[in-house]
């Protein structure tokens, strides 16, 4: 069983920075992709980004110039740099991983809340 676990959650103000980070208890070169969802007050899951096993990223248009998504496969763990966050950015931010093999697995979501 593969294990994903975010953390770097909590509480800023609109306008600051957050880094997420998801560590897998497995090595990460068995995923194709990796990727950062959230799911906010309003929407269901959504993508934030994904990242691939060479390292090409791709963003959502909220997410394009404000996140970077990162991974370090020394450390089998991915990333989640936020910048000008805002409001409506609060979100419950999930880490997923789909292998190779097609299954596909969740962390258990870490809390972003961007409030004055």
């Known amino acids: 069983q593969v294990r994903l676990m975010e953390s770097g959650g909590g509480l800023v103000q609109p306008g600051e920075s957050m880094k997420l980070s998801c560590a897998a208890d497995?090595?990460?070169?068995?995923?194709?992709?990796m990727a950062w969802y959230r799911r906010t007050f309003v929407k269901s899951r959504e993508l934030v980004a994904t990242?691939?096993?060479?390292?090409?990223?791709t963003y959502v248009d909220f997410a394009e110039g404000r996140f970077t998504i990162s991974k370090d496969d020394t450390v089998n763990t991915i990333y989640l740099q936020m910048h000008d966050l805002k409001p409506e950015d609060t979100a419950v931010y999930y880490c997923?991983?789909?292998?190779?093999?097609?299954?596909?697995?969740w962390g258990r979501g870490t809390q972003v809340t961007v409030s004055l």
């Open positions: 990242i691939s096993t060479s390292g090409s990223a």
């Open positions: 997923n991983g789909l292998s190779w093999e097609g299954a596909d697995y």
């Open positions: 497995t090595s990460i070169s068995r995923f194709s992709t």
